[in-house]
């Protein structure tokens, strides 16, 4: 009997690759999205079915869960933006805390049985003194951000819903990511847009950036969903689990590295509306607890991960400008 998995966010950055994933490995997936879907699937890789929903609207979630009744959930869509939670600091709350009380409700009524990964963010632990990476699970949460906020909250929701109504939930705190089809919102896709767009001609010789000089841990996307489909066949119920690598890299590094492949020279300007308030010069994640349960480790490397991003933005801006691809 096949076995069916529901993914929010599923044609967003993370969502994406995991539809693949588990579409290539024979499940049913049913896959959501709130408006035009960011990316369309092969749908030679198996049965993938789109539905386009407001997971704000808890009657329409609850009767697509009835619908579908999923053997597993991994409920992926949030405002994902920290930038963007500055600007609507309330709705980002509201919005991410909504989506997940939803899901959480409507996988009650629909299958209690079902397996549901939940994520959270690095962003829960808040500015860390240096002396304190990499951070483990038990590391206080102290968001400084309203995205941060509404992860905490998402995050001890699922906690909540575990210990009170006994849901299979098992929840996840990714570190920063990159990867392919990384947007541009987020700074590994902001970099790879504008040093493409240099490259071509369609922009000035010059990168806008934040503080490059910040230390993350950046995790290739593909590890990302590799980790939680792990979790999802061996992560203990109730737990959390850091998605990290725990080596620092800091963004000017990541930054380097496009010019240099694409063999662009700009100067690099940087943009105080870029900053943000709070942050921590070094954030990095132990993820042995998440090594010991499921056997994970990272398996793209820093490098592959940024080359790739570029590779994906490079593609994007030609097809935008309608310039024959090259090599």
């Given at each position: 009997m096949t076995r069916t998995v529901l993914i929010t966010g599923a044609t967003g950055f993370s969502g994406s690759f995991l539809?693949?994933?588990y579409a290539s490995a024979g499940w049913g997936v049913v896959g959501t999205h709130l408006g035009a879907p960011e990316y369309s699937p092969d749908q030679t890789l198996g049965n993938i079915s789109l539905r386009s929903i407001d997971l704000r609207d808890c009657q329409a979630v609850r009767d697509l869960f009835l619908e579908v009744r999923p053997d597993l959930v991994v409920h992926l869509a949030a405002q994902s933006s920290v930038s963007m939670s500055w600007e609507r600091p309330m709705q980002t709350l509201t919005d991410n805390?909504?989506?997940q009380y939803a899901v959480l409700e409507a996988v009650l009524e629909s299958n209690r049985g079902a397996r549901i990964i939940t994520i959270g963010s690095a962003d829960e632990y808040g500015c860390v003194a240096p002396d304190e990476n990499p951070v483990s699970e038990e590391h206080e949460l102290l968001p400084a951000s309203p995205y941060g906020l509404s992860k905490v909250v998402q995050d001890l929701m699922a906690r909540q819903y575990w210990e009170i109504h006994g849901l299979d939930v098992v929840r996840t705190r990714p570190f920063q990511q990159a990867g392919p089809r990384r947007a541009d919102k987020f700074v590994a896709g902001s970099f790879a847009r504008q040093v493409s767009?240099?490259?071509v001609g369609v922009r000035e010789r010059v990168i806008h950036v934040g503080n490059i000089d910040l230390e993350r841990d950046f995790v290739d996307v593909r590890d990302v969903a590799r980790a939680y489909a792990?979790?999802?066949?061996?992560?203990q119920a109730g737990e959390v689990y850091n998605i990290s690598t725990g080596v620092p890299r800091t963004l000017r590094d990541m930054l380097e590295l496009m010019l240099k492949d694409s063999g662009v020279s700009a100067e690099i300007?940087?943009?105080?509306?870029r900053r943000r308030l709070q942050e921590a010069p070094l954030l990095t994640g132990d993820a042995s607890k998440l090594r010991s349960t499921t056997g994970w480790t990272p398996e793209v490397s820093f490098e592959q991960s940024v080359l790739d991003t570029l590779g994906y933005w490079r593609r994007r801006v030609q097809e935008e400008q309608s310039i024959p691809a090259h090599g």
């Open positions: 539809m693949e994933y805390a909504t989506m767009e240099i490259a792990l979790l999802a066949e061996r992560g300007r940087e943009d105080p509306s």
